[in-house]
């Protein structure tokens, strides 16, 4: 008897690849387990045997000497899971639970949201809905912009739609993000240079300014730019000109300016880090981007937009049901829209059976959890988060992992990372 048969499982086994497909033509089966490597035949034929006879069948395929053209093989002809030998005969009884549970689908509805606009932002939360209408007003003026907001809310998104929609639309839109280039290279960068005015100038270089003549620059991280530079680029928001490196003259620029930050101008200007006559000059309309947890009601929305867009591209048939919209509704996204993003990416290419469920996103949002990949910032916020939570449930931590949907272990793990017991 067989350990599958132990775990009360009903079971029909044959020797060579010859007797199960002779089976597989006589019926079909809701599983079927199976070596890859075997006799004249492999795995490969028996998965694809299974499958003809029944479209839905899941079929776990085993192997001792696995490669990377066998696991793509069994992937494309749709196998449902993969062991590796050797495996614990657990792992192998709960593969098989796990395939016995994709087909208990009969209440789980997909969730799909139909007639989406097709707009570059996507939202109809009351804070989104303000910001269009302020960016309906603005852009087709050539007023500077300051777009304030978290990492991943969708800053340089805000800066093009505000150029196209503007009367500069026909030129150029050039992004810039200040933060990632040094100090020393950021005025050649913006400004350009003339050859032999630094060391390693051996042509002409047009700057961003420049060569976006006419259109808009948008100067992304703009609160990360030394004080020095910023005086620089002050004196060319007021003149209007910029003058390239190893130049005796300026010349007349014509653009708009975006600038944004993920940090609060304000108080860097008190706390003397940033001018505060620069951010007069930015600041003549203001746009603060509220954090995904802040739109009620968009993380549907993005997440089919999402889904539509990642199943085109990698010509999968993935679907949202109605726990897993809910699952990514109840979570509060440190990472923001950018986040979600991402997750949505991830699922529809791993999601089991092409179904994202309130599982799926739960063991995407634990796996993400358990990789640091957030930074400083967000791992402050994901602190924050775990401690409102605790604090709501009276320290309940069965009630807490639920609301934040992941699992016990990975909170406990995470209340002893930020010190949250003591």
Known sequence: MTCLELEGFQVDSVGTTREALDRLNAESYAIVLSDIYLDERTGLDVLRAARTARGDCAVILMSGRGSMETVMAATRGGAFDYLAKPFDLDDMVEKVRRAVAS??????????IDDIPETDMIGSSPQIVEIFKTLAKVAPTDATLLIEGETGTGKELIARMIHRFSKRSEKGFVAVDCGSIPPSLLESELFGALKGSFTGADRDRVGVFEA???????????????LNFQAKLLRV???????????????????RIVAATNKNVRQLVEQGKFREDLWFRLDVVRVELPSLRERRGDVPLLAQTFLDRYNERYGMRAILTESGVRALDSYTWPGNVRQLQHMIERLVILAPQ??????????????????????ETLEDAKAEQIRKVLAATGGNKSKASKILGIERKTLYRLIERFGLDK
């Open 237 to 255: 928001l007021q003149e209007r000109e910029i003058r390239p490196l190893g130049s005796p003259r300026g010349k007349p620029i014509d653009v």
């Open 212 to 226: 976006a003549n006419n259109g808009t620059v948008f100067l992304d991280e703009i609160g990360d730019i030394d």
């Open 103 to 112: 087909f208990d689908v009969d209440e789980e509805k997909e969730a799909r």
């Open 354 to 375: 092409g179904r994202i469920d309130e599982t799926a996103v739960r063991d995407a949002i634990a796996d993400g959890e358990g990789k640091e990949s957030l930074g």
